[in-house]
């Protein structure tokens, strides 16, 4: 509800001013927040049973599946989304993506990407390059450390795996990389030191990801969610036995 507030006020002041808001998102909401929204809003929502991403859902809004480059952007947004069989055959894209984010000069990088990906270039030699001379080696060293860095756990018969997620790495990557060296796991919780978590559960499990992700001041998708874990004022940087922690409290209200 706080973070909804100072939207409302912006939404309000536009809307006075003759504009008309679109919102569109592929996530699970909260039933109060989805009435506060749609009261100043065009409310587009996707239930996880559809199984679309949001390039999917701004596709078919705004009646663009004539567009071939927006058509192609949101077929590789899907797949990518949902990590599905074809990923192997598709350029790289969100990894040097999460990579560029890392970088002083992100802004230029990403802004780049987008000029290209509107003409429907995903990618090309300049991408290439930074993948294989600056981002690949980075890649492994960081996947090294944080599968190192794994601690497993036993939270009310759920085998939780938590470890530290590197910012070079996109942590679908990290947490298919868990479940493939990890088959006993049945949810990965990958947390950054300023206290933002990832949830994702193993495929064929139904684990509601979301719903643990609402406990801890955050949200998502049933297979995949996140959330926020506040400074207890003890340590500057989130660990891993507070992020137990906190877990253990929100799973033992399922």
């Keep these: 509800d706080q973070d909804i507030n100072p939207i ?11 504009w008309d808001l679109v919102w569109l998102d592929h996530h699970s909401w909260q039933e109060s927040i989805r009435r506060r929204i749609e009261s100043i809003a065009n409310l587009i929502l996707s239930d996880d049973r559809e199984q679309k991403c949001a390039s999917d859902l701004i ?38 993506i999460t990579f560029y984010r890392t970088l002083p000069e992100s802004y230029n990088k990403l802004q780049s990407i987008i000029k290209k990906a509107s003409k429907g270039v ?3 030699e300049e991408l290439q390059q930074d993948y294989e001379e600056k981002y690949l080696p980075l890649k492994e060293s960081a996947m090294s450390s944080a599968m190192k860095s794994l ?42 030191p300023e206290g933002k978590i990832s949830i994702r559960r193993k495929a064929g499990t139904d684990i509601k990801c979301d719903w643990i992700a ?26 891993a036995p507070r992020v137990i922690q906190e ?7 399922m």
């Design 247 to 253: 877990l253990q409290k929100a799973l033992n209200g």
């Design 8 to 18: 409302e006020e912006v939404v309000i002041q536009s809307k006075s001013k003759g």
């Design 214 to 239: 609402s406990k801890l001041n955050g949200g998502g998708h049933s297979y995949a969610a996140a959330g926020v874990i506040q400074s207890d004022g003890e340590a500057t940087a989130l660990t």
């Design 122 to 124: 995903f990618w090309d």
């Design 59 to 96: 596709v078919e809004h705004f009646a663009l599946k004539k567009r071939t480059a927006c058509k192609r952007m949101a077929t590789f947004a899907h797949i990518f989304d949902f990590r599905l069989p074809e990923v192997s055959t598709l350029p790289p894209l969100p990894e040097i």
């Design 151 to 192: 601690t497993t756990y036993d939270i009310n018969g759920l085998i939780v795996v938590v470890t530290e997620s590197p910012r070079i790495l996109s942590k679908a990557l990290l947490a298919e990389r868990i479940f493939q060296e990890r088959p006993d796991a049945t949810l990965a919780v990958l947390y950054s």
